[in-house]
């Protein structure tokens, strides 16, 4: 509240439109050429504009192939990846779609979500999606989908460092500079020779007849590309063809004389053979429609899939670190290393004198084996060898170290040795894991409180009236509502007559029901001498839906409670939060509390305001769109600011409405509006740098008024502390 409300209000409407000019003629000068410099009380946004810097998103997460029909996986949401703790909400998807729905609300400006789905055994994956009005995505949990492999990218593109560039080309390209690197973009269909130290970059749609790689060169097919090669040749040892792709297919069998790395998707629909020498590395997924032969090197980091026969042999080495499914027999007579998972569903046979080692809690499933050298368990934890069918271990065969060989049939022939610890047993355990996910004798999950949502995935594992968590904005940010506190007249527009942070958390129970609501509010800033209160209204439910209100600060005698303390006299649940701010102020000096500048910053104090419902509540009756936080200024408890076109409460002064400024029409659900369509309260959905004192609001904030005028299409970030968004001088700070 300023003391310019002893001013008639048309001197105060010049005043207002002076100081505005003013500031726009003389003061940003070094302004963009693109502020729209406009004085406030000038402005006259579109009549249905709310002032909105908001979106609401539909959000649905999918799960195809769940470890069981009863799997259920918990989804969480965040505005940033999830190291930052910037979650959103939670909840479990159901049994019977598999599917996790819901509605959330985040900044306009958003442009992603961070959505990650938690495994059974503690172990997640993420998927980055548009923060689009219907917002989706679908992880995969059957063996060939499961993992998500993280990667930093190739940081190459085409558009830069080409010495020559192809667009839209048909017919065939043969690379023979000194160190040159071609870029191909659009579609392309040809034949391609690289030779020398030469380079392709690939980022298009290319369909390659022959993909030709000759002493030390390199191919790189980049991010987003589609590339389709009939057949690939490499004939140098030090040539290396390198995926970052989602979609790269090989549909002639491959002889690798050189090197392959995938760090993306990658299928051949023919034979696979790695020469001696020659290697492939596998960072994200392989797929393999025929079969495979290793006389070389492979390692696989990730998933691997080979829909035929697998064969190491002498000079082959196969080491996989996470999963590899064989849909065919296994045989392995060179050296062969798993830390995860080898899943056979044919025989798997143990040849020759090479090693097959399985490292702390690896493990093995096969339908068959047959032992004729040494396998060992290694490591800190025992491993497991599982086996549906025959075991025959011959006597060259060995079971050594930390292994056990589980047959549930018993083992049919047993001519070989068991040493160092090695044993034939089924009593171990393996927990599933990210790497494998069918584990060994899995322990049963916990659910300490019975609620029917594991202890890993409670958020409250010891209540089972509660169990996730819902937040606005996030779990660890604050919103932040502004407001002009002279209403029904209008003043400076600086919005920091009173600012407040909040933050709200919802608690859920495990039918995803409301139980709880926990408000955090903080005051920012009184850029005046008006002592104001500050509470909301749940616009969808009765008081009586509320069982307790604990937290309030009421110290003036200026409110009324019922017995739950919602406020008495009120046809919805009205919830004060406090009737003056002064208890929770921490003043450095005069009566504008961190609004001038020049003088000392105070700090203030949290409030926590909880409540409780005696029945729990759907949660679209609680959406942050169904909350209606205002004001009430200077003692005067009819006094009622809130936000543009929300209702007032019942006990608001009706009487009020269409006096000074307001143009308010209840009949048209248009309140606290000027006819001009200017709001007394602005709701920012993150963090705000507000005004100091008597600096309009679209002064400190260069595009305020592009944002208004285009209805909130254009600028939704404009309160953001972004390169030439805002004029320093006029931001408190």
């Known amino acids: 509240?300023?003391?310019?409300?002893?001013?008639?209000?048309?001197?105060?409407?010049?005043?207002?439109?002076?100081?505005?000019?003013?500031?726009?003629?003389?003061?940003?000068?070094?302004?963009?050429?693109?502020?729209?410099?406009?004085?406030?009380?000038?402005?006259?946004?579109?009549?249905?504009?709310?002032?909105?810097?908001?979106?609401?998103?539909?959000?649905?997460?999918?799960?195809?192939?769940?470890?069981?029909?009863?799997?259920?996986?918990?989804i969480k949401i965040y505005t940033n990846v999830p190291t930052t703790g910037e979650l959103v909400k939670e909840g479990?998807?159901?049994?019977?779609?598999?599917?996790?729905?819901?509605?959330?609300?985040?900044?306009?400006?958003?442009?992603?979500l961070w959505i990650e789905k938690m495994n059974p055994d503690g172990t997640s994956q993420f998927n980055k999606v548009q923060a689009s009005t219907f917002a989706s995505t679908l992880f995969d949990s059957g063996p060939n989908n499961v993992y998500t492999f993280y990667k930093s990218g190739s940081g190459m593109d085409c558009s830069s460092s080409c010495d020559k560039s192809y667009n839209n080309h048909t017919g065939d390209i043969t690379v023979n500079g000194k160190g040159d690197v071609y870029c191909i973009t659009g579609k392309y269909n040809g034949n391609i020779t690289i030779s020398g130290r030469n380079s392709v970059k690939i980022c298009g749609n290319a369909n390659i007849s022959t993909l030709t790689l000759n002493d030390d060169c390199h191919a790189y097919i980049l991010e987003g590309a589609q590339v389709t090669i009939?057949?690939?040749?490499?004939?140098?040892?030090?040539?290396?063809?390198?995926?970052?792709?989602?979609?790269?297919?090989?549909?002639?069998?491959?002889?690798?004389?050189?090197?392959?790395?995938?760090?993306?998707?990658?299928?051949?629909?023919?034979?696979?053979?790695?020469?001696?020498?020659?290697?492939?590395?596998?960072?994200?997924?392989?797929?393999?429609?025929?079969?495979?032969?290793?006389?070389?090197?492979?390692?696989?980091?990730?998933?691997?899939?080979?829909?035929?026969?697998?064969?190491?042999?002498?000079?082959?080495?196969?080491?996989?670190?996470?999963y590899l499914s064989v849909g065919g027999a296994f045989t392995h007579n060179g050296d062969l290393y798993t830390s995860g998972l080898?899943?056979?569903?044919?025989?798997?046979?143990?040849?020759?004198?090479?090693?097959?080692?399985?490292?702390?809690?690896?493990?093995?499933?096969?339908?068959?084996?047959t032992i004729n050298a040494k396998v060992e368990g290694?490591?800190?934890?025992?491993?497991?060898?599982?086996?549906?069918?025959?075991?025959?271990?011959?006597?060259?065969?060995?079971?050594?170290?930390?292994?056990?060989?589980?047959?549930?049939?018993?083992?049919?022939?047993?001519?070989?040795?068991?040493?160092?610890?090695?044993?034939?047993?089924?009593?171990?355990?393996?927990?599933?894991?990210?790497?494998?996910?069918?584990?060994?004798?899995?322990?049963?999950?916990?659910?300490?409180d019975g609620d029917g949502v594991p202890n890993s995935k409670d958020a409250y594992p010891n209540d089972a009236d509660r169990a996730f968590n819902s937040y606005y904005p996030s779990g660890s940010t604050f919103a932040n509502i502004a407001f002009e506190d002279l209403w029904p007249n209008t003043a400076d527009y600086d919005f920091n007559d009173m600012v407040i942070a909040f933050n709200i958390q919802k608690v859920l129970n495990a039918e995803e029901k409301v139980v709880d609501m926990k408000i955090k509010v903080n005051v920012r800033c009184v850029g005046g001498s008006f002592d104001n209160g500050f509470g909301f209204r749940l616009d969808d439910l009765d008081p009586k839906t509320v069982s307790t209100v604990t937290?309030?600060?009421?110290?003036?005698?200026?409110?009324?409670?019922?017995?739950?303390?919602?406020?008495?006299?009120?046809?919805?649940?009205?919830?004060?939060?406090?009737?003056?701010?002064?208890?929770?102020?921490?003043r450095a000096q005069g009566s504008f509390f961190n609004t001038i500048k020049a003088n000392a910053h105070g700090t203030s104090d949290t409030i926590l305001v909880t409540v409780n419902f005696?029945?729990?509540?759907?949660?679209?009756?609680?959406?942050?769109?169904?909350?209606?936080?205002?004001?009430?200024?200077?003692?005067?408890?009819?006094?009622?600011?809130?936000?543009?076109?929300?209702?007032?409460?019942?006990?608001?002064d009706k009487a009020l409405f269409g006096t000074g400024q307001d143009a308010s029409n209840s009949l048209a659900g248009r309140y606290y509006k000027t006819a001009s369509n200017l709001p007394w309260a602005i709701l920012i959905d993150g963090t705000f740098d507000y005004p100091k004192e008597k600096s309009p609001i679209n002064v400190a904030h260069r595009y305020f008024n592009q944002w208004a005028l285009s209805g909130g299409k254009e600028r939704t970030n404009w309160y953001q502390n972004l390169a030439q968004y805002r004029v320093e001088d006029d931001i408190f700070e």
């Open 1 to 74: 509240m300023k003391k310019l409300v002893l001013l008639s209000l048309s001197a105060l409407f010049l005043l207002t439109v002076y100081s505005c000019k003013r500031r726009f003629d003389s003061d940003q000068t070094d302004a963009p050429t693109d502020v729209l410099a406009i004085p406030i009380a000038e402005l006259n946004p579109p009549k249905d504009f709310n002032y909105e810097t908001h979106k609401d998103l539909y959000v649905r997460v999918g799960v195809k192939n769940p470890l069981s029909p009863s799997t259920r996986y918990l």
């Open 614 to 652: 005696g029945t729990p509540q759907n949660q679209s009756s609680v959406e942050i769109a169904k909350m209606n936080p205002f004001i009430f200024t200077n003692g005067r408890r009819g006094y009622e600011i809130h936000l543009g076109n929300f209702a007032p409460t019942s006990l608001a």
């Open 342 to 369: 080898i899943a056979v569903k044919g025989a798997f046979t143990q040849n020759g004198s090479g090693d097959f080692e399985l490292n702390d809690g690896a493990m093995l499933t096969c339908d068959d084996i």
């Open 92 to 112: 479990q998807t159901s049994v019977s779609t598999y599917e996790y729905a819901t509605y959330v609300r985040v900044p306009a400006s958003q442009e992603f």
């Open 230 to 322: 009939t057949n690939l040749v490499i004939n140098n040892s030090k040539a290396e063809v390198e995926n970052w792709s989602d979609s790269l297919v090989v549909v002639g069998s491959m002889k690798v004389g050189g090197k392959i790395t995938n760090n993306g998707r990658m299928y051949a629909s023919g034979d696979v053979t790695v020469n001696t020498d020659d290697e492939i590395n596998n960072y994200d997924k392989f797929d393999i429609s025929s079969s495979l032969t290793v006389n070389g090197k492979f390692k696989n980091y990730h998933l691997l899939t080979v829909g035929g026969s697998t064969t190491v042999n002498s000079d082959g080495d196969l080491n996989n670190y996470c």
């Open 378 to 448: 290694k490591g800190k934890s025992t491993s497991i060898i599982k086996v549906a069918n025959k075991t025959v271990i011959n006597s060259n065969g060995e079971i050594k170290g930390k292994l056990d060989l589980c047959d549930d049939n018993g083992v049919e022939t047993n001519n070989g040795s068991l040493s160092s610890g090695g044993q034939i047993a089924c009593t171990g355990s393996l927990p599933t894991s990210t790497c494998n996910p069918v584990g060994f004798n899995v322990v049963v999950v916990k659910d300490n």
């Open 551 to 586: 937290g309030q600060m009421l110290t003036k005698n200026l409110v009324t409670l019922s017995a739950n303390n919602t406020e008495s006299g009120q046809d919805k649940a009205v919830i004060i939060c406090f009737d003056s701010p002064e208890p929770t102020l921490h």
